[in-house]
């Protein structure tokens, strides 16, 4: 009877520190986690501040447009990443700004501003659908401040960041139609000369 007993009191002692083991490893997995989360962080604040010392060094020459436009572009993806689309839009307007004045009408570097902003754009609603009172740090005119939100509020904002995503997803597609435009025309004398003298 008392082997029984003992025997017993052995297997729940084992099944015990199995499951503490288990806990443990658990809890290994999600410091990991953490640790991977704080790196990624880290980084991404290296990466802002390298940039602002950057866009402030260009600032100061006032020859040096596109490289400060450059920047400004990825000051913009650096706060895509942290998910403050206010700040990633308005980094994005003045790199387009920028741009607009040194590169062709049909470039591509122009569309592709226009799609960053589209897609923060969306991103910013999609935040202001599900969390109406989280905290992006924004301006409170555009539904992004960390007060809270009436359901009316909310629609409004989320309208405003619908709109603004199908005029930039418009404008890439306009830049791209007269890139093509543009391909097409310059492609005809080529094509024209081909005609005037075939191979034979």
Known sequence: GEGGGNGGGEGEGGEGEGGGDDEEEGGDDDDAEEGEA???????????????????????????????????????????????????????????????????AGDRQLAHLHFLMAQASVAHMDDLLRD????????????????????????????TQRAQARSHYEACAEVFELRLQLLTQSAAPAAAAADAHPII
């Open 38 to 104: 704080s790196d990624e962080a880290d980084d991404l604040e290296l990466a802002f501040q390298c940039f602002e010392v950057a866009r402030l060094a260009y600032e100061e020459k006032p020859g040096e447009k596109l490289p400060l436009a450059e920047v400004l572009e990825c000051l913009g993806e650096v706060h895509m990443e942290n998910e403050h689309w206010t700040d990633a839009v308005s980094e994005f307007e003045r790199s387009l700004s920028i741009k607009k004045g040194v590169l062709p």
């Open 132 to 159: 109406p009172d989280a905290d992006r740090g924004g301006d409170p005119a555009d539904g992004s401040s960390s007060s809270a939100m009436t359901p009316e509020a909310t629609a409004a904002a989320a309208a």
